[in-house]
């Protein structure tokens, strides 16, 4: 087991200091040595636990600096994640002293000023699959030149509805070209998809002894479903909190929510699955530069953001599978910051954080609301008094 980054240059350990990282993580250390080999690689590791910089840290001693040509191709699944990918590289070209430039790619976006910035030859292309095969098409990406593609998220991009660029994407580069497959969560079926599109690729899966951080206080609040928002209001106005994600499961809700709150003068806004790439870009800065503190939004359109300084997070709507809880309360409590999640359920949903407790191994405190302040609810064999269904 390597404890270090002495496999790496001396540039870029003094560039993840700046960061304040100074060891490497279980899937750092199990996959640098193997980009390096130039093998092919499908990795499996939790959101969280440093797989951007894997792949990103092996991948900047191998590019050639010298020359102003394409090298590498990143594929992402969405607009966030394609941003925050491309801002990481950013970061650690500028602390490492390393220039090595890469360019955002994304689709509904002016392509001609894309075009324009590809004449530059950046080393690193990072963007969804639908756009970059449109450029190669073009010829405006020289497939040629490419050593490396990463598939982050390859449990999305390697779906039937995402596959078809990918592939094609594929097969334009060369032969030996080196393919890596990253994901939080990468089941069989994907596996077997990635291994025909590869040679011989070596498979990483990262076991977690703490799936989710120490650092996070997990409660629930229970209520009737009609009065959830009503919760969520008062909860906003005891805590104050900085910065929080509110996650709802229904596109239709999430803008409902969103008035309600503006209507009580909270300062929020909203991303789900429809809305448009400004409109998603726009919220998102606000929350990162704090003229929001509420983002509220659906698993799909918060999928990849990596947000610092968040607080808590709210299940408006609790989720039925426990890796989106796992996905959604990863949000905080990152970097050795405490957080807290805060679930607003109804009595029939309570089998769910039962259903956490055990899978996690976690302790979600049941609590209510009394008088603008939270306080503990004593729960007796699972079953919830009469008196607090409707908080007051």
Do not use: W
Not at 342 to 360: G, R, V
Request: hydrophobic share 40%.
């Amino acid at each position: 087991m390597i404890n270090s980054f002495n496999n790496l240059n001396n540039s870029l350990i003094e560039g993840l200091k700046k960061s304040n990282i100074t060891k490497p993580t279980s899937v750092q250390n199990q996959v640098i040595p193997l980009v390096f080999k130039n093998k092919d690689i499908i990795a499996e590791s939790e959101t969280g636990t440093g797989k951007t910089l894997a792949y990103l840290l092996p991948l900047f001693e191998k590019i050639n600096t010298s020359k102003k040509e394409m090298q590498t191709i990143i594929l992402a699944p969405t607009h966030e994640l394609v941003m925050q990918i491309h801002n990481e590289i950013k970061l650690l070209s500028k602390n490492s002293n390393i220039n090595i430039k890469s360019i955002a790619i994304i689709g509904e976006v002016n392509i001609k000023r894309q075009i324009d910035k590809l004449k530059e030859k950046p080393q690193i292309i990072v963007g969804s699959a639908g756009r970059v095969l449109e450029l190669i098409k073009k010829r405006k990406i020289s497939a040629h030149t490419i050593k490396t593609i990463v598939i982050d998220e390859g449990d999305r991009l390697l779906d039937e509805n995402n596959l078809f660029p990918v592939k094609a994407i594929i097969k334009s580069v060369m032969k030996d070209t080196q393919l890596m497959v990253f994901s939080a969560t990468i089941n069989e079926k994907t596996i077997n998809t990635a291994k025909k599109l590869m040679k011989n690729p070596e498979i990483i899966k990262i076991k977690n002894t703490t799936i989710i951080s120490d650092n996070i206080n997990h409660m629930y609040f229970i209520c009737e479903k009609r009065d959830k928002i009503e919760v969520l209001r008062k909860l906003l106005s005891s805590i104050k909190t900085k910065k929080a994600i509110v996650f709802i499961n229904k596109n239709s809700e999430i803008q409902l929510t969103n008035s309600k709150l503006l209507y009580h003068h909270i300062n929020c806004s909203s991303i789900y699955g429809n809305s448009s790439k400004e409109d998603r870009k726009k919220a998102i800065d606000n929350f990162k530069n704090g003229k929001i503190n509420i983002l509220i939004a659906s698993d799909l359109a918060a999928r990849g953001l990596d947000i610092k300084g968040i607080t808590h997070i709210f299940n408006l709507d609790i989720p039925e599978n426990s890796k989106e809880y796992l996905h959604r309360v990863g949000r905080t409590g990152r970097a050795g910051n405490i957080g807290t999640a805060i679930s607003i359920i109804t009595t029939q949903e309570l089998f769910l954080i039962n259903k956490f407790e055990k899978e996690f191994n976690i302790n979600i405190k049941p609590k209510k609301i009394y008088k603008g302040s939270i306080m503990d609810l004593h729960v007796k064999n699972s079953h919830v008094p009469h008196t607090f269904k409707k908080l007051k």
